[in-house]
């Protein structure tokens, strides 16, 4: 299982992104072999972008896609994810620059046993040693996209 975070899925669903071609081909890949993860924080913020970016129609069918994966588990932010997001934050918040939302993946792939990650984000390389993850970035264009799987 992958957990795939928002900045792919905003960069999937937008064509104008210059990262788009890059994970737009990762991500078919990824839709139609993996079991993906992710959390209700991330389809707020999936679901935000997309409304900011794209009239109600288009956003809403967007939108749609998304949640409707029939290979997407969607955890829920309830009081477990909480008290480990925030136990999450205070031990990288001060010595690696984690921030409340990151954290939320990191305490969500935790409580799933996850350890691969789909994500741009440098927060998540910088931890992957320390927190035994494989960081996959379809974004960077060094990175060949038989790796993601």
Request: net charge negative; hydrophobic share 45%.
């Amino acid at each position: 299982m992958l957990f795939v975070d928002s900045n792919i899925w905003c960069c999937y669903f937008d064509q104008r992104l210059p990262e788009y071609a890059s994970v737009r081909d990762a991500m078919r890949e990824i839709i139609k072999t993996e079991e993906i993860a992710c959390n209700t924080v991330i389809v707020m913020e999936v679901a935000h972008y997309l409304v900011r970016h794209f009239t109600e129609k288009i956003a809403l069918k967007k939108i749609e896609t998304f949640i409707n994966l029939t290979n997407i588990d969607i955890a829920d932010f309830n009081r477990q994810a909480l008290n480990q997001t925030v136990e999450t934050l205070l031990a990288y918040a001060y010595t690696e620059g984690l921030g409340g939302r990151d954290a939320t993946i990191i305490a969500s792939m935790k409580l799933q046993n996850i350890k691969k990650i789909v994500s741009h984000d440098d927060i998540f390389r910088r931890l992957a040693n320390k927190l035994e993850l494989e960081v996959i970035d379809p974004a960077q264009p060094t990175q060949p996209i038989d790796m993601i799987i």
